[in-house]
């Protein structure tokens, strides 16, 4: 019932969007262009380190270009920040710009023409020279060959492993092929009985956004970064995707996946697989400071099936970024790009972002510009992250994207983590269940 009244209210919503888009009127009371200076409206995260960051630059930016003024504001997130988005370009009062859009929300904005493609404003080619993205940026490309969003991070999600426990299997290093993982999963059995290789109650869980930390880690790793939907087709690989699902199928016959809610069960050692943000490690710096890198636990790109020869497996990108909206004058367009250019050009800007958020910047160099070498050697923990940011893959382009990725979970994904259905037949249901909501 929930997500009948959540698609409904989405789909008042988007009407009410094309509506506005169609009309060819300008938001006149965000259009402040007063004795020469014009305005811009930056709704920022809610997140209080991503607030100090852009109040930082806009401070800096303003005192190089006096004819700007950028006012930074966070974005609301009750009941979310995306319906307050629509909201406000429903009411006609949307920012100039803001971040925190997911590449698969931005297709909803861009279906409805509310956002400006910022390849065809001048200066992008700039943006994306200097800082040195080209790499990072190219899954971000939309179906239309549009890019609308700038991506300003990219957590290309990595795996835990317990590094301590899997030494004392007989593994001195994460296993990175799908045999070595059931391996594994038969020796940690034999030895500790009680333990698990992934115990993380999500598993079972079909909340869409779920499947972005199982099921999309494993398929861009086995498919190699293929789309899994492009624009309103599906063209998922259907090999990468069963052998996913035969994966996480032989696990559950080995007993090695535990799908009961458990307290922090990969620190208390319970499981000794699970993914893992760069946002974890404040935390356990805090509540868990056993958690020592490469002696407590390790980090490791996805596994992959054991035909692939991939050096730098793909993986999924926990990303968001920055976007221009089309109610915006002319004037506040420039102005926002003028911003967004200044902002880039210089990689000591990326490194404040770096030290303020911990979160890394989607660009391709990370670990090769010596800019961020020092914070890099301050935190090995968060050099792996670093090195696979050019291997991120974002969320898919579509605007059902709630609704697709809850398909994956009821039909496929969940179902066979319990052991109530067979891959084959699991990944034949997802396809239809997919291909009838794409029409």
């Known amino acids: 019932m929930k997500m009948k009244k959540a698609a409904s209210v989405f789909l008042t919503l988007s009407l009410a969007v094309s509506a506005f888009a169609g009309c060819s009127s300008k938001n006149e009371e965000t259009t ?218 032989q696990l559950q016959k080995e007993n090695a996946l535990l799908t009961k809610k458990a307290n922090d069960p990969f620190e208390t050692g319970l499981g000794i697989f699970t993914d893992l943000g760069p946002w974890t490690f404040n935390y356990w710096a805090e509540k868990f400071p056993e958690m020592k890198y490469n002696e407590t636990f390790t980090l490791a790109a996805p596994p992959v099936p054991d035909d692939m020869k991939v050096e730098h497996p793909k993986t999924f990108a926990d990303t968001k970024g920055l976007v221009i909206y089309a109610s915006a004058t002319r004037e506040q367009q420039e102005a926002a790009m003028k911003f967004i250019k200044w902002v880039y050009s210089n990689p000591e800007h990326d490194l404040n972002w770096f030290e303020t958020t911990n979160l890394p910047p989607a660009r391709d160099d990370l670990t090769t510009n010596a800019a961020f070498k020092a914070f890099l050697d301050k935190k090995p923990e968060l050099k792996p992250y670093a090195e696979a940011v050019p291997y991120g893959v974002p969320p898919m382009d579509n605007a059902k994207y709630n609704e697709l990725q809850t398909l994956i979970g009821q039909h496929a994904f969940n179902p066979v983590v319990k052991g109530e259905i067979a891959p084959e037949k699991g990944w034949k249901n997802m396809k239809k269940a997919i291909k009838e909501e794409l029409k």
């Open 32 to 249: 402040k262009t007063l004795k020469g200076v014009t305005t811009i409206e930056f709704w920022a995260s809610p997140n209080p380190p991503q607030q100090t960051y852009w109040k930082k630059m806009a401070k800096d930016f303003e005192g190089e270009n006096p004819k700007i003024k950028i006012n930074v504001s966070p974005m609301k997130e009750t009941p979310s920040s995306e319906a307050n988005i629509q909201s406000a370009i429903v009411g006609k009062s949307a920012p100039t710009m803001s971040e925190n859009i997911s590449r698969g929300f931005a297709t909803q904005l861009a279906e409805s023409k509310a956002l400006v493609p910022l390849n065809k404003l001048e200066g992008w080619n700039e943006v994306v020279s200097q800082r040195n993205m080209k790499n990072t940026l190219e899954s971000w490309k939309f179906s239309d060959n549009n890019q609308y969003v700038l991506p300003i991070y990219s957590n290309a999600m990595l795996f835990g492993w317990r590094l301590d426990i899997l030494k004392k299997i007989g593994y001195n290093e994460p296993p990175k092929t799908y045999s070595q993982m059931i391996d594994v999963a038969k020796k940690l059995k034999a030895t500790y009985p009680d333990k698990y290789m992934w115990a993380k109650a999500d598993l079972a869980d079909p909340t869409a956004w779920k499947r972005w930390f199982d099921f999309f880690m494993l398929y861009d790793a086995a498919s190699d970064g293929n789309n899994f939907i492009e624009g309103k087709k599906f063209v998922a690989d259907d090999k990468a995707g069963m052998n996913v699902l035969e994966l996480m199928s």
